[in-house]
């Protein structure tokens, strides 16, 4: 059984909330999920105080994340610079040119 960890879109038209689930990899995105470890809106709100800064809002079980993390749960692309920012994930390290 692969266990990914994924975006699922929910909310409005135009208006897009993503679910941050962790599922079965053979099932499809609209299929009941392992669980739930949090949202992320993709939409940027101004950050009060500073008119030129956006602001995404993110809610994530951290525990849960690393937890499935540990098990072997392989991350999505986005996933994985999300949860990079975070510091869940290790940055890559730059590849090394052998000669």
Not at 3 to 24: A, E, F, H, Q
Not at 43 to 57: D, F, M, R, Y
Not at 61 to 90: H, N
Request: proline letters at 10%; a positive charge; glycine letters at 8%.
């Amino acid at each position: 059984m692969g266990v990914r960890i994924r975006l699922v879109r929910m909310g409005l038209k135009r208006n897009p909330i993503y679910n941050i689930t962790v599922s079965d990899n053979k099932r499809g995105l609209n299929k009941k999920p392992i669980e739930v470890i949090g949202t992320y809106d993709a939409h940027s709100k101004p950050l009060p105080g500073a008119p030129n800064k956006k602001l995404k809002e993110v809610h994530l079980d951290f525990e849960r994340a690393r937890y499935w993390l540990g098990v072997g749960a392989q991350p999505s692309d986005t996933i994985c610079s999300l949860f990079r920012k975070f510091g869940i994930m290790p940055k890559p390290s730059p590849p090394t040119h052998k000669k």
